[in-house]
């Protein structure tokens, strides 16, 4: 119970000051098996990236049940792409990933990753620094990230550890980073190469997590719940601090009527689900009826007398 409290108070938007906690998450695919995603939550982990393809062919069979499933949870997600430039094009790669994952790119989600290491044939490492010079796999991972972030609007991360970061060209650090430092400790990674910074760790190949079964990759990320946000596209932090002061939501999380309480007349409220959709649902100009939505997260999108635009995250239990 005191974990699943931690986990509401971080992500909500309405309750201000609780940025102490580690902000932590986990990355899966379908080594993991069927996952119990809202254990996870209760468990305290509020992100997850979830394998999506690997080269220009494969969809992890997990894919989406994982993300649908997370979503519903509650859980912030998104997904990353296996990248195999030892056998296709980075357009090739890219191309699988957006036809798969392109669902669950924006306002809501992880920024898109592409997932660089070695790859594995016949049980044998490839080692991509030894196939290609630093120039040419670094134009590969250029290529794909481009790609994606034309046809997205998203800026995609990048994860790597501390061979490859200190392989590639410094060109790539202009890419948010999330490194593969598996110490065992939240502690900030050493190694990061021409990085300044860093937005996520992995510090963990063999977490034991509620709701999965065996090992599983642990996460942490490099700042507030009011950065995450940020990060993926709810809210501008300057705008929000001062909104709140007119306006609140509450309960948050809901399992029937969410209050708005404001000083200020309001424009409108509409209520997004995770993929943008708009939710038909009752409201008069201070409540919002939430009982007929199904469990998981959805965006409250408010526009008030001035025009101004505000989002809220919204948990219906």
């Not at 069979?61 to 998104?78: Q, S, V, Y």
Request: proline share 4%; aromatic share 14%; charged share 20%.
């Amino acid at each position: 119970m005191f974990k699943q409290l931690i986990f509401y108070i971080t992500l909500s938007l309405g309750l201000k000051g609780v940025f102490a906690q580690n902000i932590l998450g986990i990355d899966v695919s379908h080594w993991q098996g069927t996952i119990d995603w809202t254990l996870v939550g209760n468990d305290g982990y509020v992100f997850s990236w979830v394998k999506a393809t690997e080269g220009m062919t494969y969809t992890d069979p997990k894919f989406f049940t994982n993300i649908e499933d997370g979503i519903t949870a509650g859980l912030i997600m998104g997904a990353y792409h296996f990248a195999r430039p030892d056998n296709n094009s980075a357009q090739q790669d890219a191309t699988n990933f957006l036809n798969n994952a392109a669902d669950y790119i924006g306002t809501g989600f992880l920024p898109p990753v592409l997932d660089l290491e070695n790859p594995y044939s016949n049980g044998q490492a490839i080692l991509l620094t030894e196939m290609f010079t630093s120039e040419e796999l670094s134009l590969w991972v250029q290529e794909w990230m481009n790609e994606v972030e034309s046809e997205t609007g998203v800026v995609p991360y990048l994860y790597i550890n501390a061979n490859y970061a200190a392989y590639l060209s410094s060109s790539l650090s202009t890419y948010g980073l999330w490194f593969a430092q598996p110490d065992q400790n939240l502690d900030p990674p050493s190694n990061i190469g021409p990085w300044e910074d860093y937005g996520f760790k992995q510090y963990s190949w063999w977490g034991d997590v509620s709701g999965i079964t065996g090992d599983v990759d642990l996460n942490v990320f490099n700042g507030s719940a009011e950065e995450l946000d940020v990060l993926i596209g709810l809210n501008n932090t300057s705008e929000i601090k001062e909104f709140d002061k007119q306006i609140k939501i509450y309960p948050n999380p809901t399992s029937d009527w969410l209050y708005l309480s404001s000083d200020l007349n309001i424009a409108s409220a509409i209520l997004y689900d995770a993929k943008g959709i708009k939710q038909e649902v009752f409201r008069t100009n201070d409540r919002i009826d939430c009982a007929t939505l199904k469990s998981g997260v959805y965006y409250l999108k408010i526009k008030n007398e001035q025009g101004l635009v505000f989002r809220y995250k919204v948990f219906r239990i």
